[in-house]
């Protein structure tokens, strides 16, 4: 057992729907253990100017149900450099907090990584961001609403394709992942799917339209993760039109839309679960390392594990996309 008593929350890079779950249950599982819970806001950021402050139970009263954060987001340079992460660990101390719960992605781990070497403070993560591009948990938290939100905002494109008869390109956020391309276009029925993962040529995709325009498809969808080395959408779609004109051709770009949004029951039931196994295992004595799901049990990967080489795309759901969209 250690001796955390007060422990930090903090939310940090792109935000991701089911971050306020996660606050939520990390400071109820605080005060349910009689440990002190502080907000950390706009993350590294934050921390460095002492934007800090003590939380309660009725702090986070009303929110699992909010997209976005309470706590805010942002992305720090300061904090990369020692001067910066000097400052965060005296902010923390000027609160007396002795340990730490850090909401995010890649960037927030290695910086939490880097951190915790540093200065002897117990830090345990949570993976919350829509890219699901993290080893050590099976879902992070928003990538099920952000896919959610994508395949709602497909079937839409689909009702207007099919009344023009038209092709549409739908890029998708994800950074270097395709995940949210690739679950969103097999629930959304698809036709061609473009990942960073599996890369697709322009020629590759016209065969795949041509073969659709000779099954007597009137119109056609593809979705594009904004990662692919073939390139963004926009310019995709420009090359398709001049080499198969068979179909008026429109594009539209999805963006931050994926970020918002109140968060699905699977996200809001991961946050709450993973919140409260991060005070318990800080109050155990773990450190240096991100907490998931994996088959249904919570899982401790250490942050270099967490994020080093990330290819967790199952290729079978790519097979199965090419089959379902003939
Ligand atoms: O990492 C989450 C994410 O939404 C990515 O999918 C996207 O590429 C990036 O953040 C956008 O970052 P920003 O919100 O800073 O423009």
């Known amino acids: 057992?250690?001796?955390?008593?007060?422990?930090?929350?903090?939310?940090?890079?792109?935000?991701?729907?089911?971050?306020?779950?996660a606050v939520r249950a990390v400071v109820r599982a605080c005060i349910y253990y009689k440990k002190t819970p502080f907000g950390i806001y706009r993350g590294y950021d934050g921390m460095i100017s002492g934007e800090i402050k003590e939380l309660n139970s009725r702090s986070v009263s009303n929110i699992i149900q909010r997209g976005g954060t309470i706590l805010k987001s942002a992305r720090s340079a300061e904090f990369r450099t020692p001067e910066g992460r000097k400052k965060a660990y005296e902010s923390l101390k000027k609160h007396g907090i002795d340990a730490f719960v850090a909401i995010g992605g890649d960037g927030t781990f290695r910086g939490a990584q880097i951190f915790s070497q540093e200065y002897d403070i117990p830090v345990v993560g949570l993976p919350g961001t829509i890219d699901n591009d993290l080893n050590g948990t099976d879902f992070t938290i928003g990538y099920d609403t952000a896919v959610n939100t994508a395949a709602s905002a497909i079937d839409k494109v689909r009702d207007t394709a099919s009344s023009h008869n038209r092709l549409f390109f739908i890029e998708v956020m994800g950074r270097h992942s395709g995940q949210i391309a690739v679950r969103s276009s097999i629930a959304a029925g698809a036709e061609a799917t473009m990942i960073p993962e599996e890369p697709m040529s322009i020629d590759d995709l016209i065969r795949i339209l041509e073969r659709g325009a000779d099954h007597k498809k009137s119109s056609s969808l593809v979705v594009v993760a904004e990662g692919g080395e073939t390139g963004r959408s926009i310019n995709i779609a420009k090359e398709v039109q001049e080499r198969f004109s068979h179909y008026d051709t429109k594009v539209t770009i999805l963006g931050h839309l994926l970020r918002g949004g109140s968060p699905t029951v699977a996200d809001r039931v991961l946050a709450s679960q993973l919140g409260v196994s991060a005070v318990e295992y800080l109050i155990d004595g773990k450190t240096g390392g991100m907490l998931g799901v994996v088959n249904n049990q919570i899982k401790f990967t250490p942050f270099d594990q967490a994020t080093q080489n990330v290819h967790n795309l199952d290729p079978e759901m790519m097979r199965i996309a090419a089959i379902l969209s003939v």
Not at 1 to 15: E, N, P
């Open 1 to 21: 057992m250690s001796k955390v008593q007060r422990i930090g929350v903090f939310t940090s890079g792109g935000d991701a729907p089911g971050m306020n779950a």
